[in-house]
């Protein structure tokens, strides 16, 4: 199993521009995230899905769209980049059968430098 | 202010020596409490959860959670240079979204 995949790892845009985050996951579970990881700032979760066809909003979903048409994709969307959104995004997934800690499996990140 | 407080460090020991870890929170529905290790540039692994006010050992690891103080702790006992990662806390109130800490950097120097 490869567990959870991420593309790009790096990543650099300029203002303005969009661009999508991909992930996948071969674990066939039902629950997928996105955070961004900021100093000092901890995780903080952007949107979530608990399915196909289904997500919601996190924390800090400003900015960012999904959207869940698999079981095993959960793309970002970055609509028009801001500096703001430098940061290093993690997806991760996790199982309802995972008991109600709902460990999560994160995948390795990707570094966006919004310039 | 943050539902989940972690001093970010950085936090420098000698190796053997005993590394200690705290999390203070502020949300009383909060239930369960895990403790994620994130090597450099990896994404984050479950280490550790309880679910219950006490103490839960798993090697040279120990959990610590204290509800009537909101409080929690992680002991790592004879550290060894392969334990210098960050660790983040995070907690959950038995919904999917967890709540994470800003995490402590730890190095344990040979």
């Known amino acids: 199993n490869a567990g959870v995949t991420q593309t790009p790892k790096f990543q650099v845009l300029k203002t303005g521009q969009s661009m999508t985050l991909q992930c996948a996951q071969d674990?066939?579970?039902?629950?997928m995230s996105w955070y961004r990881q900021d100093p000092g700032m901890g995780l903080r979760l952007i949107h979530y899905?608990?399915?196909?066809?289904?997500?919601d909003q996190g924390e800090v979903p400003n900015g960012y769209n999904v959207s869940r048409s698999t079981t095993e994709d959960f793309p970002l969307r970055l609509l028009s980049a801001a500096p703001s959104q430098t940061s290093v995004y993690f997806c991760?997934?996790?199982?309802?059968?995972?008991?109600?800690?709902?460990?999560?499996?994160f995948g390795p990140g990707t570094r966006l430098t919004v310039l | 202010q943050k539902e989940v407080e972690q001093d970010p460090g950085p936090l420098s020991v000698p190796e053997g020596a005993i590394v200690s870890l705290n999390c203070t929170y502020s949300?009383?529905?909060?239930?369960?409490f895990m403790w994620y290790r994130q090597y450099s540039r990896k994404g984050p692994e479950l280490l550790m959860y309880?679910?219950?006010?006490g103490n839960k050992e798993d090697g040279r690891f120990t959990a610590q959670v204290d509800k009537s103080s909101k409080y929690i702790s992680l002991f790592i006992r004879d550290s060894q240079p392969s334990d210098s990662a960050t660790y983040l806390c995070?907690?959950?109130?038995?919904?999917?979204?967890?709540?994470f800490g800003a995490g402590t950097t730890v190095t344990v120097r040979a």
């Open positions: 899905s608990v399915g196909a066809g289904i997500t």
């Open positions: 991760a997934s996790s199982s309802p059968d995972g008991g109600p800690t709902n460990e999560q499996f």
């Open positions: 674990m066939n579970h039902e629950y």
């Open positions: 949300n009383s529905a909060f239930q369960y």
């Open positions: 309880t679910y219950s006010s």
């Open positions: 995070a907690m959950n109130s038995n919904d999917y979204k967890l709540s």
